[in-house]
């Protein structure tokens, strides 16, 4: 299988790949949507509400324990506090096929975390101002037996993950020194509980940091999952198929360098991506078509 990878990696697609591309560029440019409310300068989240009223927004390690509400335009609708939780490094939030929404609390910047977890949360009204987390999953990694590893294999942060029929997906930023663009994708059964995560893939984008390492995903309904970096988005077709051995990754440049943190789709080839604000630029959320 380690060959097999080695060999994928190389040809850019996975073994068995569908006809694509390699790269493609977009027809349209990342256009400004709104920016951000000045109090949200950290986001590292979105999700949409069920009804694609509302954007659920999140912040990562030192900020506030609460999830934002705002509306299509951009405003702040409310602040939800949740209760029961601590954001000890909030990277990603999802929603599953029901609207149910989770929160990623596995930010592990220096891959030494052994608190990771998943929270699921009562969040279904947008004028609400509190919440608890209803159910709490746990987790380590399959393979990691050093906190931190050696720097040649920082792979086990992650900002990035989705839900797809009862199971959690999460891909990893890769820290390593030498970085190559690979990273390792991790299986998670949405449960209440404390496991260990499964690997099941090892995939590899092109270029420099800024290029592929991974700040955030998002699913649609074709099972296609999106990745996001500072300066482009990865569209992976068919991964779930034939135990991750059968894939596509398109690579489409954003033609704009920012630290984008949070990507969501708004329909099958529109996304909302969000960038942290850095003195005077950023902190704006942007529409994206994938063509």
Known sequence: MNILSAICSLLFI???PKKNDSEAKSQDDLKTEFSLPKKLREVSGIALSQDQKTIWAIEDAGNKNVVYGLNRKGELINDVLVENAENNDWEDITKDAAGNIYIGDFGNNDNDRQNLSILKLDLNNPSQTTTKVTQTTKFHYEGQTEFPPKKSNLLY?????????????LFTKNRSKGFDGTFLVFQIPNQEGDFEAKLVGKLKLEGSFDDAAITSASINSKNQVVLLTHKNVFLVSALFEN?????AIQKMSLNHNSQ???VVFVDDKTLLIVDEKDKNEGGNVY???LK
């Open 14 to 16: 996975g073994c068995n």
């Open 157 to 169: 942060d992650c900002e990035a993950f989705v839900e797809k029929d009862g199971s959690f997906y």
């Open 243 to 247: 135990n991750f051995k059968n894939y």
């Open 260 to 262: 984008k943190e949070a």
């Open 287 to 289: 529409r994206f078509s």
